[in-house]
């Protein structure tokens, strides 16, 4: 499956944004989709994961703000997000991995298809 981000750009602080992942085929029940963020100087963290059953979790960081969701009829990923702070400041990348039932994991080695990134920035 091939993914490509879209939606970042500059943002003021307390604002909202939303991202989208649109994926080349359909992720229905088939995959677990997430979507990571990367700031500079820091590791690649999860930010929320939603298995192929709809299941969904979200990082301690930033539950309460962000909402992980799919549009399966257009085979879209989407991450909204409110209330940003500027410590979300980041590239986030959308990935996605073969799922099998059960839940999904936001290790970043579970997952084998990654989107080239889309810069958020907050301040």
């Known amino acids: 499956v091939q993914l490509v981000e879209s939606g970042g750009g500059s943002v003021q602080a307390g604002g909202s944004q939303r991202l989208s992942c649109a994926a080349s085929?359909?992720?229905?029940?088939?995959?677990?989709m997430a979507w990571f963020r990367q700031a500079p100087g820091k590791e690649r963290e999860v930010v929320a994961v939603?298995?192929?059953?709809?299941?969904?979790s979200v990082a301690s960081s930033v539950v309460g703000r962000f909402t992980i969701s799919k549009d399966n009829a257009k085979n879209t990923l989407y991450l909204q997000m409110n209330s940003l702070k500027p410590e979300d400041t980041a590239m986030y990348y959308c990935?996605?991995?073969?799922?099998?039932?059960?839940?999904?994991?936001?290790?970043?080695?579970?997952?084998?298809?990654w989107g080239q990134g889309t810069q958020v920035t907050v301040s």
């Open positions: 990935a996605a991995a073969r799922w099998y039932g059960g839940n999904c994991n936001g290790r970043i080695d579970a997952y084998d298809y």
């Open positions: 085929e359909n992720t229905y029940r088939r995959y677990c």
């Open positions: 939603l298995a192929g059953d709809g299941s969904l």
